[in-house]
């Protein structure tokens, strides 16, 4: 198409789920959780920060297992504020694969948890889909965790009689623990033990809760293979930018590199910041280096409101220690880091950091994900927007001194992990 057209659709997906051309890459992982799925009584547990990818990943498994006859759900459980919530996430997941043959699934189900099960009519495709009763949500805690694994049990069963085999895929799955402690997880593992038809991939993105629960003491120690998620190779991911860019009649050669020091290693971040890009560059038929910062600040600007929200509701020190994570050109325990900053002392400015960790705004070392965070301070922002909004908002709050140094630019985040095994 030629250059000035306004006509090109954008090749870059950012929201729902990423399918066709614009998916990027990931056929090594989306082969082996295919297997997994399909291997009855196999447990695996896909693990990896968020935003890379770890959905669309396993969504595309699941569709080519049912697209070739096979069985395979998917339940998100990330909104689950109870047990029950899980279970009806489970349910309606169930009757969307069973469709219109899950008759004996209901009558075993109703059966074993002797309670009503309601029925609701999906509008797109127009099936009965169960779930639990609406005052299971106020039932006793622990008979909310065994409804979820009778749940499992009669899917188990089911499968068991007609000789098949179904993949059941629970994404966000350590809010189990969020919500049911460590007896909600020895409950789980104590039924999936004993589920020979279901095949069972178990996603999460919180490290710090999923490695207590593989940990030696944890309820799924030795339980389950792992398979760690990181990023794409970074030159491969480049590459794929820009053969995306170029597919639509639009030059972004060598900008693929620079497209990825500005978003970071999370594939999302990195495809956002190309989609506007994409928007600019398709009118002149070219993406420019200077297009890449211009693409940043919108979507810094378009996400204001998130971004100074979440900076009002920190502490004063905590707002000094993400000034310093930004900014700094050494660590957070440094007397010339802690002095120019207003960091107090060493102490504080770490734990404040680390609970900022915690939270998920900030990123650190992790030997358990892999992740390997090349700053000064040792700790980087879990998103390079947040960290953009950071430096063109807040350090000019610190005098003439880091104003000028806001004008160099906010490329600096650099989150580094070895590739998937």
């Known amino acids: 198409m030629a250059a000035g057209s306004t006509r090109t659709p954008n090749p870059f997906r950012i929201h729902g789920v990423v399918e066709g051309e614009a998916f990027a890459d990931r056929l090594n992982e989306v082969a082996r959780l295919e297997t997994a799925l399909r291997d009855g009584g196999s447990k695996l547990i896909l693990y990896g920060p968020r935003r890379m990818g770890k959905t669309s990943v396993l969504l595309r498994a699941i569709n080519n297992i049912n697209s070739s006859g096979g069985y395979a759900l998917f339940a998100d459980l990330s909104t689950a504020s109870s047990a029950a919530d899980m279970s009806n996430r489970l349910l309606s997941a169930a009757g969307a694969l069973l469709g219109r043959s899950m008759h004996d699934f209901l009558t075993d189900l109703v059966s074993r948890l002797k309670l009503s099960i309601t029925l609701s009519v999906d509008p797109l495709s127009g099936l009965p889909l169960p779930g639990l009763d609406l005052q299971a949500r106020d039932w006793a805690a622990e008979k909310q965790r065994e409804t979820l694994t009778d749940v499992l049990d009669v899917l188990n069963a089911m499968a068991q009689k007609r000789n098949i085999i179904i993949g059941v895929a629970l994404d966000e799955f350590q809010e189990i623990t969020t919500l049911g402690g460590e007896r909600a997880e020895w409950h789980l593992r104590g039924a999936m033990q004993h589920h020979h038809h279901l095949a069972y991939v178990l996603a999460g993105s919180q ?22 998620f990181g990023p794409i ?7 794929w930018l820009e053969q995306r860019f170029r597919a639509t009649g639009v030059n972004a050669d060598g900008m693929g590199a620079a497209i990825i020091a500005a978003g970071g290693s999370r594939t999302r971040d990195c495809i956002q910041i190309a989609r506007v890009c994409h928007d600019r560059g398709r009118v002149t038929g070219r993406v420019r280096p200077e297009d890449v910062e211009t693409a940043l600040r919108e979507i810094v600007a378009e996400e204001h409101d998130i971004h100074l929200r979440q900076w009002r509701n920190l502490t004063v020190l905590q707002q000094n220690v993400l000034r310093a994570v930004a900014a700094a050109d050494s660590g957070l325990s440094t007397r010339s880091v802690i002095r120019q900053f207003s960091l ?38 879990d998103s390079p927007f947040f960290r953009a909004w950071v430096w063109w908002n807040a350090l000019q709050d610190m005098g003439a001194v880091m104003s000028s140094v806001v004008r160099e630019g906010p490329f600096l985040f650099r989150v580094e992990r070895p590739p998937s095994t």
């Open 233 to 239: 190779d970074a030159g491969e991911l480049a590459l």
């Open 344 to 381: 107090g002392s060493s102490g504080s400015a770490i734990n404040a950091a680390n609970a900022m960790v915690t939270s998920g705004l900030l990123l650190r070392e992790d030997t358990f994900t892999r992740e390997r965070v090349s700053t000064p301070t040792g700790y980087a922002f």
């Open 207 to 228: 490290g710090h809760l999923i490695e207590a629960m593989t940990g030696a003491k944890g309820a799924f120690y030795k339980f389950a293979d792992k398979m760690p």
